[in-house]
């Protein structure tokens, strides 16, 4: 997977098509991340103390990985490829643009 934590995305498919945010979490093993405000569902929450807050919850669900296009600095939605810089390290790169992220 070639997205990471606080990359910004946009969402290409589904209720939020078109809106961009920033990753929160990433589950490498089902391929899904959740972006910070996109793809909110209800869901309701127990009290787990006498303090706490129950009743139904917004949060963000998971979105695949495949429905996401990372977004430039210049604000364009690409695709991310790997390439080796002079040094001989490892570096992600804008597919579009060529920038190196």
Do not use: C, W
Request: glycine share 10%; no cysteine.
């Amino acid at each position: 997977m070639k997205l990471k934590k606080n990359d910004t995305v946009k969402i290409l498919a589904g209720k939020d098509k078109g809106k961009t945010g920033k990753i929160v979490k990433v589950n490498r093993e089902t391929e899904r991340v959740v972006v910070q405000g996109a793809n909110m569902v209800k869901k309701t929450m127990k009290k787990k103390n006498p303090q706490d807050k129950g009743g139904i919850m917004e949060i963000e669900a998971p979105i695949h990985v495949s429905n996401l296009a990372f977004v430039t600095s210049k604000g364009v939605a690409t695709r991310i490829g790997y390439k080796f810089d002079e040094n001989g390290t490892k570096v992600r790169f804008a597919k579009k643009t060529g920038e190196v992220i």
